[in-house]
């Protein structure tokens, strides 16, 4: 044997091998470091997207029930044009999953023309401009179905794209008929016969070059447009199922613009407007999914190489607020609404231990479902929105100031001057109202019975700016700090004026800013301005034993499987007073329910402390004797209060003195009270631990 | 373990590593690793068969040569038979394995087993042209059935190889490859598919969906760079299908760049000189032969797939040997690898004493190479 020359030869060979991929890494260099290959040119393969909406959240109450959906409908609409002669096949293959007859979609998607301004041609399935090059797309009168649940419409879509339309399927029986006379003929004639076989297998190849082309024209440019003659036009729509229940907190949300024409299987986007719809609108907004495939060819690469990033819901927004609870205040709000004819009358209801707020309402207000913008006067979250000067309701903060401070006791004398007094150094002159004028009495009567005069002497015992502090302590002239969108009227005092701004649609007016009267107009709630809910939550602070808590609306976010992603916990903000002075504020609040002006919010089973307030509203730059602001803040029972509820009407009607707040917004406030009390099933207050009827008046009650 | 295959199995289990990452990286989208656990699976066989062929005495093998030869071809007809299944087109599949690959061996221990038998008469036309023929001919005839031209070429190639070391006439494999030449255009322009991915090569802008694949693969090269978007991170695998065996390297291309691309084709010269060496330093003519053929299969496979992958040689499914995924593909590599390293231990072991001329106390039992 000649190894030298097998050697050689190997080498030879080897070398051969060697400028081989030799060659091959020149080429990777050359086409990885030094001439980059264009984009187009690799262009071919088709990149499908399908987008997949995301919902917006939903707002539930704190027992989770639904107060806002959201839920995405379809409106099926349809391009005669792309559709072409397929319209009977598609008419036929989708009217079971519409519900609609076969021939009622075949009609709506006949073709139809008609001549449009300028001689355009316009059908419903492209515009037609006159010199025929240009087609435009016009959205018109072609919707096939509307209100189509979302789910219902990828079902279509499904169905659509899996379809084989009569032309293929018939393609597919020749090819399945050619297979399958080619395997019948190599089995008669015995695969082993050569010239049998290779015959039957030309013969096959044949007919299959005939075929596959076409199926594959079909399969890719024609049923691309069948499939995209069909489309659809995604909406989501919010369902507020409760009308107008709570439909201030719950503000509502507009339809925003599609911008992107690639966006069109996605609804536009919801926007929210006004309470939480606005204030979590980036929590309520989910964000969408997409599914990308690639084709290659004929070949749809769904299975393998798909990229399927899945929509991810809105979060859920659970609010702090009890649909039962708010239905109550919406009912006796509608009731007062009626009969005192105000302007506006709003209703809060907390739970001062947590500053949870369990129902607020405001009259006039809304239908969120009807989705038109509402009017301003409609809209406005007066309870959060509207700053007024509180009057007398504001004298709570005045003398559980003094008694923290220890200026005053609740069994000390004070002289009303019979309703009229002279503030000494100014020219102010303080008058009571008829109904309440006093002489010598107890500050807790002077508290009950309202006297202005008492309440002017309680607060200017303090200097100045000690009143100040305590009025920012217990929350006012500041931010309260809700979720839900508030207006405060700024105010500043530190620069020797009083400012007030113009609150919305209300004309503040006639109030000067910082003077030499305004010490004295403070103690009883006039010279600044005080929204509901700060008000409300100063009282809740006497009833939470002196310490200011944070109102709080939303308790969590959370999935739409009810993880929850954040909980918002109570917030204490501060403790205002002490607890003594607490004790003794919540006494002489019960006293001015029991003995003093709101005798009608006083209830058979429970103990309730309170204030009422009249407040007179300016009109024309001064004080009006016609025009009220009634108040009424007061809360249960009072020995462990759970609720607190503040009822407010401006401009109740003045017929029957029904203006004062006692009047107005005291049964007001018994009626949502009573409810509330016994929906939650509140301890009765006024009986004691073994059953014993305490309170003799209430003769209607039984020990069980 | 001499030197020679240490380097080779260096060079062999990279790129089975580089294999298994780069197959979970182009599947990574399916949702579970099917293929992948499959993969390992059949390398781990291939292990199995590798050390089993590393280990057995040669003569062995030389004396099953044609029991290899009769059963390979036994297979490749019963793929032919209903009893193969079709996929893609092609009738290439028998229970789950690829007969064709296995051909490679068979075909590689026949035509030395031939050369070496009739090697002083090789150069008549007779042994030289037909008795080669009449050997190679019955397999590359049933693998260009199936049909699988990709095979059949490569096989044709390593035949000639294998002949010219052997001491065939130049004018001969001249001969055999004009008319394997001839064979190959008839078969091609009678059937449309290949005729179109020949065009696509010839006229690509013709030709947009043939020719897409290739351009699919070159831009995925091109957007790879000198580093690679890194691991995972390629887009060909969302673009083009058999991205996981044909068109593996351009995956490689595009997630770790020319470094990676340069590293395998030199991980492949690698092996190509240590089968070279091998076939240098083997004394027997049929360990030589072997040898050759061997090295010129592996070596052949892979400039073959990455000619095309790099748009240099027409669009042809041919795999890149150890890389692409496919079980038998990877055994009956491995297996090849088991039959060089046992070949180069034959080979080595007499080569150190005989050159220092130094007597080995073990000499007697090792350099047995009589048969």
Not at chain 1, 46 to 75: C, E, H, W, Y
Not at chain 2, 6 to 23: D, I, K, N, P, R
Not at chain 2, 47 to 56: D, E, N
Not at chain 2, 219 to 240: C, H, I, P, Q
Request: with cysteine; net charge positive; charged share 20%.
């Amino acid at each position: 044997m000649d190894t030298s020359l097998s050697r050689r030869r190997m080498w030879l060979l080897s070398w051969g091998f060697g400028a081989a991929f030799a060659v091959i890494a020149g080429r990777l260099v050359f086409i990885q470091a030094i001439a980059p290959i264009e984009p187009q040119l690799a262009a071919e393969s088709t990149v499908r997207t399908f987008p997949r909406p995301a919902k917006r959240g939903a707002i539930l109450d704190a027992n989770r029930q639904p107060m806002v959906l959201s839920d995405l409908v379809v409106t099926v609409r349809a391009d005669p044009l792309k559709l072409g002669m397929f319209t009977g096949e598609v008419a036929e293959l989708i009217a079971p999953l519409l519900s609609v007859p076969a021939p009622v979609i075949a009609e709506r998607m006949r073709p139809s023309y008609y001549a449009a301004r300028e001689g355009r041609l316009v059908t419903n399935g492209g515009a037609v401009s006159t010199n025929w090059f240009t087609v435009q797309k016009v959205r018109r009168n072609n919707g096939i179905t509307t209100n189509l649940a979302y789910s219902k419409w990828l079902e279509v879509e499904e169905r659509l794209r899996k379809h084989r339309f009569s032309e293929e399927l018939s393609l597919l029986a020749a090819r399945t008929n050619a297979e399958e006379t080619y395997r019948r003929t190599v089995k008669q004639a015995g695969w082993w016969n050569l010239p049998a076989y290779l015959s039957a297998k030309k013969e096959r190849s044949t007919l299959m070059r005939q075929i596959n082309p076409r199926l594959a024209y079909l399969r890719t440019n024609s049923l691309e447009s069948r499939i995209n003659g069909l489309y659809p036009e995604v909406m989501e729509v919010r369902v507020y199922p409760n009308s107008h229940l709570a439909a201030h907190v719950l503000g509502y949300a507009t339809n925003g613009v599609v911008t992107n024409r690639m966006q069109r299987h996605l609804p536009p986007p919801l926007l929210g407007a006004q309470g939480i719809e606005q204030r979590f609108d980036a929590e309520l907004r989910g964000s969408h999914g997409v599914l990308v495939t690639h084709k290659f060819g004929e070949e749809e690469l769904v299975p393998l190489r798909s990229r399927d990033v899945p929509a991810v819901d809105g979060l859920n927004v659970r609010l702090t607020l009890d649909l039962n609870v708010q239905s109550f205040v919406e009912r006796a709000l509608d009731e007062a609404y009626a009969t005192l004819q105000p302007k506006s009358i709003s209703a809060i209801v907390i739970r001062p231990k947590s500053g949870d707020v369990l129902a607020l309402g405001n009259r006039p207000t809304y239908n969120p479902n009807l989705g038109s913008i509402p009017s301003l006067e409609a809209m406005l979250n007066r309870a959060l929105k509207v700053p007024a000067e509180p009057g007398s309701t504001f004298k709570i903060v005045t003398y559980a100031a003094a008694l923290n401070e220890g200026l005053i006791r609740p069994d000390e004398r004070i002289d009303c001057e019979h309703g009229h007094w002279n503030v000494p150094g100014t020219r102010r002159r303080i008058n009571d109202d008829q109904g309440h004028s006093m002489d010598v009495v107890t500050v807790q009567e002077a508290f009950a019975k309202s006297s202005n005069v008492g309440a002017v002497k309680v607060g200017l015992r303090m200097n100045t700016n000690t009143f100040l502090r305590y009025m920012r302590d217990f929350g006012f002239l500041a931010r309260t700090g809700i979720e839900c969108g508030e207006f405060t009227a700024s105010t500043n005092f530190a620069r020797g004026q009083l400012h007030i701004r113009r609150g919305y649609g209300e004309s503040p007016g006639g109030l000067g800013g910082w003077d030499g009267l305004t010490p004295s107009s403070l103690p009883f709630g006039y010279g600044f301005y005080a929204t509901p809910l700060q008000t409300a939550m100063a009282t809740a602070a006497i009833a939470n034993d002196g310490v200011l808590m944070r109102p709080r609306i939303v308790s969590a976010l959370e999935r739409t499987d009810g993880d929850v992603v954040t909980r918002i916990d109570p917030v204490q903000v501060r403790r205002v007073v002490k607890s003594e002075a607490a004790a003794q504020m919540v006494a002489i609040m019960r006293a001015a329910v029991e003995e003093g002006t709101g005798g009608q919010a006083a209830m058979e089973e429970y103990s309730v402390a309170g204030k009422t307030g009249t407040a007179k509203k300016v009109v024309d730059r001064k004080y009006s004797n016609t025009h009220y602001y009634a108040s009424f803040v007061g809360f249960l029972p009072a020995e462990d209060p759970e609720l607190v509820i503040m009822v407010n009407a401006d401009e109740p009607t003045t017929k029957g003195k029904s203006y004062y707040g006692g009047k107005a917004c005291a049964p007001v406030f018994h009626q949502i009270a009573t409810a509330t009390a016994s929906y939650l099933g509140l301890r009765p207050s006024l009986l004691g631990t073994n059953g014993v009827v305490l309170n003799l008046d209430s003769t209607a009650l039984v020990p069980h | 373990m001499n030197r020679i295959s240490t380097v080779l199995l260096l060079a062999v289990g990279s790129l089975l590593v580089l294999s298994l990452t780069m197959l979970a990286s182009a599947t990574m989208l399916r949702d579970n690793s099917t293929w992948v656990i499959r993969q390992a699976v059949a390398c781990g066989v291939g292990f199995v068969v590798f050390s089993l062929v590393a280990l057995v005495d040669l003569k062995w093998v030389h004396r099953f040569t044609w029991y290899v030869y009769g059963g390979t071809a036994f297979a490749l007809l019963l793929t032919l038979s209903p009893l193969g299944s079709r996929r893609l087109g092609a009738q290439r599949w028998l229970f789950g394995t690829q007969p064709s690959e296995i051909a490679k061996i068979a075909l590689v221990l026949s035509l030395a087993w031939f050369a070496a038998r009739y090697r002083h008469r090789l150069t008549s036309f007779v042994t030289g042209v037909l008795g080669f023929g009449a050997v190679a001919g019955p397999l590359l005839a049933l693998i260009l059935l199936e049909p699988d031209k990709g095979t059949t070429v490569l096989l044709g190639g390593v035949m000639l190889g294998v002949l010219l070391v052997a001491g065939g006439r130049w004018s001969h494999a001249t001969f055999l490859a004009l008319i394997g030449a001839a064979g190959m255009a008839l078969t091609i322009f009678k059937s449309g598919y290949a005729m179109d991915r020949i065009n696509a090569f010839v006229k690509p802008e013709a030709n947009r969906d043939s020719a897409a694949q290739l351009n699919q693969s070159l831009y995925a090269f091109s957007e790879g760079g000198l580093d690679g978007k890194g691991l995972g991170r390629g887009s060909l695998k969302f673009k083009v299908p058999e991205q996981h065996t044909d068109f593996i390297f351009p995956v490689i291309g595009e997630e770790l760049g020319l470094m990676a691309t340069l590293g395998v084709v030199a991980a492949f010269v690698v092996i190509l000189l240590c089968g070279a060496s091998i076939a240098h330093r083997a004394e027997d003519p049929f360990h030589v032969f072997l040898a050759a053929g061997i090295t010129f299969v592996i070596a052949g496979q892979a400039c073959f797939n990455m000619g095309v992958v790099t748009g240099l040689l027409p669009n042809k499914g041919i795999a890149l040997p150890f890389i692409s995924r496919g079980g038998t593909g990877v055994v009956v590599m491995m297996a090849l690898v088991g039959l060089l390293v046992n070949l180069s231990r034959q080979a080595v072991s007499v080569e150190p004493a005989a050159r220092r001329g130094k007597a080995n106390p073990f000499e007697d039992a090792d350099t047995d190479l009589s048969q």
